[in-house]
């Protein structure tokens, strides 16, 4: 399961990186083409698809590397089993939240079937909306696994390891 996880996560970087790439693009055709005076409005649409993709799949990744930006000035002076009991707490409720982000998103994006694109027509506006449940299902998975690892470290006994961690926290590292 770690494997498929692996690869997952390495789909989700070269999906996130094409997205940027590609709206990069998009966007730099939008404002040569109005430059010369002849504008391509669907560039601007097709970006704005790319751009919610990218967002919401990017999260994930991050999420995955523990990037996302975190204040934590007083939780890092904690004890390492404190310390794991607070970010227990905080994956929990992130976990409601994705779900509840899951569960509306689906609905948002069965109201949008009969939007589209101005520029694109043929583009219902679902598909950007599906970024938002897809993307957040994929933080969920990673969420679970976060709280898989703090329940084992919680779980292990004895003192922190060489770098601050249980030997929970390790075992949960590898997952």
């Known amino acids: 399961m770690t ?23 998009l966007v730099l055709v939008s404002a040569t083409s109005r430059t010369v005076g002849r504008p391509l409005s669907w560039t601007v649409d097709l ?7 990218a967002v919401f799949v990017g999260a994930d990744v991050a999420w995955r590397r523990d ?11 904690f004890p390492a089993r404190p310390r794991t009991g607070v970010r227990l707490a905080n994956d929990l409720l992130i976990a409601v939240f994705l779900v509840a982000m899951v569960v509306t998103g689906v609905q ?20 950007v909306t599906l970024s938002v449940p897809v993307g957040c299902l994929l933080m969920l998975l990673t969420t679970l696994r976060r709280i898989h690892g703090d329940v084992a ?12 961690e249980t030997a929970g926290e390790a075992q949960g590292a590898g997952l």
């Open 3 to 25: 494997r498929l996880y692996e690869k997952l996560g390495r789909v989700e970087l070269r999906f996130t990186q094409a997205c940027l790439v590609l709206m990069t693009l």
């Open 47 to 53: 970006a704005t698809f790319v751009f919610a993709w």
């Open 67 to 77: 990037r996302m930006v975190t204040i934590d000035t007083l939780v890092a002076r």
């Open 108 to 127: 948002l994006a069965g109201d949008a079937a009969d939007r589209s694109f101005s520029g694109l027509p043929w583009l219902s506006y679902t598909w």
């Open 153 to 164: 470290t919680l779980r292990a006994p004895g003192p922190p390891g060489p770098a601050g």
